[in-house]
Every structure is written in C-alpha cells, then in structure tokens.
C-alpha cells in the first residue's frame, strides 16, 4: 500500500502511524535518518554554503536535528549544534553519538545564515519554559533565516495555536512524515513562511484530513450545449452587486449557462442573462441544476421570502453571505439535495447557534461538527479555509494569497463553487474546486486585486486544470 503525502494527521495519528511502521520491522532509528536525511535536503538549498546553527531539543524531533547536522558536515557544509538539553530517548542519544561534529552549550553566542529550529516538534502541549523561549528568540535574531523542522517550536500541532506569545517567523517549514493541522490553520500557519513534506512511508491512516490539491478537468465533449454543461440560478437581492461578482465567477468556473434573478438588469454586463419579475414567478426553469443564493440578498422580510424560494428548488444549493444568516434546520427540513454553505467567522458563529453547537474547539472540529449537525457540507472560509463533509470528509486549503482579504471576494468563492455544482460535481468536491480555482486565480492577480478582477481570473484558473 502506497504512502499518503496530502494526508493530515492529528498527533495521536502520527504516533500511531509511526508506530505501524515499526511494527512492520522498520527501526525508530531509520525513520530519523529518512526524516533527518530529507529535512537536511531543504536546509542545505537554504543554506547556500553559508553557516548553519541546528537547535536541538531532548527528544526525537533533536534527535533529527543531529541527523540533519551531520548530513551537512558529510557534505562539507558549516554546521555546529547548540544542544538546550542532553538527549533523552534512545533515538535521540543514537543521533547525537552519530554527529562528529560541533556541540555547543546553550549560552553560545551563535550566529550564521540559517537556525535550524529542533527544540520541539509536534507533541508539544505546553508552552516553552522561559530558558527555552530566550534560547530560541536570541538564535532566531542572530540568523538571516529560519527553519522549522516538522512544526515551528511553541505550537499546538492539532489547533495551529501558538503556545507562547512573540515566537519568531520562519522562512521554510519542514513537516516530517504527514502534515499537521497547525501547518494549515492560523495563527500558526501564518509564522512558517513556506511548507515542504519529507516523506517516511506512512500509509494512508483511516479518517485522516487531507490537503486540497488541484483537481483535473475534461473540456466540454464534442456534442456539448450549454444546459447539458449545467444551468446555474443566481437570486440577488437588496445589493446587486454581491450577486454580479458570483455570477461572473460562475460564468468562467464551468456552468454552461449563468442566469441572474433580480430585481433590475442595471450594470449586469451583456452575456449575462438577467431575470426580473417577482421570484416565484421567474425562478420556474426545471433545467436548473443549481441555485445559489444570499450575496447581497439581504436580511428583512424579503430576503427570507426569496430564500425560501431558493431552497425550494430540488437542486443543489449554494446559500452564502446572508443568506446564512437567514439558515436554520427549518430552512432545510424538506432538502433531499446537497448543500453547500461557506461562512466566514461571524457567519460560522450564527450558523453554530442555529444548529444548537457550542462553537468548541478548533476550525477543523467546529467545522466538521457544524457538517454533521447541519446535513450541509460546510466551507470555513477565511486566512485558514476548512472544507467539512456530513460523512467524516475534510480538507485544509493550503494558504492564500493575503491579498484575498478584500470586500466581495468571499462572492467569487461562492460563484465558483455554486458554478461547479451546476456541471453536476458531487457537493464536498464542488467546495474543493472551488476554493481551489478561488485561491489560484488570487495568485493570477496583480497584488491588491479588486474581487471583479478576481472573478475575471477565474477561468485562467480553470486552464490550469486542464
């Protein structure tokens, strides 16, 4: 059976995948070589030939960071290890007697070009003694470059929190073995600069989390019309421009056909087709095979009544922005078709108290709760993004360009994702593609991007897929 490299393991499923490996006769110390071996790989490119200073800690995560340290001196390059504590697992004094080159005693005044970071790694649960936290803030200072071997030290590996306050920033985190959920969640995600995997033979682990990765399209067949490619309903409301932004993002994430319900044509552009009239009366198509609903809907009376309209078409919904809420059990008590439903914070918040949870834990198990209480696949969307499926389902988006913070942009993610539902993709692989296309057209854009210019880098995004 074939490793897993977009697995997400929490620390208890990496002990036990570790210890599967063991079991099957491979030696603790030859995973810290493999592991060791492959981090070495990425310090040494950083490096340059310039000085490296390798931190070590008492367990295993220092153990690896002896191997990384005698990697480099095989190869010539200048390396020495400040050791915060004797080594204190077998592995870990294997390692350290394995080095032949420099030790040095924590109050060294090291200095140099790259602190390889190995004083804790992903099963620390308490935050850094005061020694330690001085230790590593003085080494961090006193380099041009940081790396962080499986987890930045002073972070929680399952929640992404940071344990300590102030703790540096690194240029490269190297994740050993699987990724960790604090590679993927904020406000630890945003302190480790670029992610890389070294990979040691883990297999597949049952109800892991995965990392988003790029999806794979087909063009349209030969024979194909625009409804059989999915005709998308968009309804808007009080402010028209929410539902613009979607349906241009729908236009170019593959729906065949984007028509808009509102109350007026006003600045629509020509290719899309608008709808006025009141909703009951229009939103009549039986070819529709998705409908989306809440950017700019609104929040009164009005907005409740369309709502209603919307969720009563049996197709796949999309409701977003206000539309959430709006959303309650009561909302969606006669869907039998999927739903979708992409909240920032706030709005994650409201749909948690509509669905009597406690907001406990972290983004992945709010998440994933919210999924499971709610029947809706669920899309956390924000600087971290946490994509929750009913059945157990879930997937971290890698981070986006910061640039994505802006007004209108969470309407293109919305019109990606409804868009995808409309060609018929299954709803918790509707959500990927989209925050997918939404992050690779932010990384098309000019920095400080309007959400128009987004939506009109969707299908560029989409290109990529092909």
Not at 32 to 42: K, P, V, Y
Not at 47 to 72: H, K, M, Q, S
Not at 241 to 267: C, I, M, P
Not at 359 to 374: C, I, M
Request: proline content about 5%.
């Amino acid at each position: 059976m074939a490793s897993s490299p977009d697995q997400i393991l929490t620390v208890d499923q990496m002990r036990a995948a570790e210890q599967a490996l063991i079991d099957g006769g491979t030696s603790v110390d030859a995973l810290m070589q493999t592991a060791g071996r492959g981090a070495a790989e990425w310090v040494w490119r950083m490096a340059a030939g310039g000085r490296v200073t390798v931190l070590c800690g008492p367990g295993n995560n220092g153990g690896d960071g002896y191997v990384i340290a005698e990697t480099i001196r095989e190869r010539g390059g200048q390396v020495a290890v400040i050791a915060a504590a004797q080594p204190k697992t077998d592995a870990a004094r294997g390692a350290r007697a394995l080095f032949r080159g420099e030790v040095l005693l924590p109050d060294t005044a090291a200095h140099g070009d790259v602190l390889v970071d190995c004083l804790f790694g992903s099963g620390l649960v308490r935050p850094l003694s005061g020694d330690h936290y001085a230790l590593l803030s003085r080494l961090a200072a006193s380099h041009r470059h940081r790396v962080a071997v499986d987890l930045p030290s002073g972070i929680a590996s399952d929640s992404g929190l940071l344990l300590n306050d102030g703790l540096p920033f690194y240029d490269l985190t190297v994740a050993l073995g699987a990724w960790k959920y604090a590679h993927f969640l904020m406000p630890a995600a945003a302190r480790m600069g670029a992610v890389r995997l070294v990979g040691i033979g883990v297999r597949p682990v049952a109800g892991a989390g995965q990392s988003l990765s790029r999806p794979a399209f087909e063009p349209p067949s030969a024979d194909a019309h625009k409804y059989r490619r999915g005709l998308l309903a968009v309804v808007g409301g009080a402010m028209p421009g929410a539902a613009l932004l979607a349906a241009r993002a729908a236009q170019g994430a593959g729906a065949g056909y984007v028509k808009l319900f509102a109350e007026s044509a006003t600045g629509a552009p020509c290719d899309l087709v608008v709808e006025t009239g009141h909703l009951s009366e229009v939103l009549t198509d039986d070819r529709n095979t998705a409908i989306l609903a809440g950017p700019g809907l609104g929040r009164g009376a009005e907005a409740r009544e369309r709502l209603a309209i919307a969720l009563a078409d049996a197709v796949p919904a999309g409701p977003d922005a206000d539309a959430l809420g709006l959303l309650g059990e009561r909302q969606l008590a006669e869907r039998d078709a999927p739903v979708v439903a992409t909240p920032h914070e706030g709005e994650l918040i409201a749909l948690e108290r509509s669905f009597d949870l406690d907001g406990v834990g972290t983004k992945v198990e709010r998440a994933a709760a919210l999924a499971v209480a709610s029947g809706m696949v669920i899309v956390a969307k924000g600087p971290d993004t946490v994509i929750a499926a009913p059945d157990g389902r879930l997937v971290c988006a890698p981070r986006a360009p910061s640039w994505l913070s802006t007004a209108g942009t969470g309407d293109v993610l919305a019109g990606a994702i409804a868009s995808r539902l409309a060609t018929g993709d299954e709803a918790f692989a509707a959500a990927c593609t989209g925050v997918w296309l939404h992050t690779q057209a932010a990384r098309l854009c000019h920095p400080a991007f309007t959400a128009g210019e987004l939506a009109r880098a969707i299908p560029q995004a989409l290109a990529a897929c092909l």
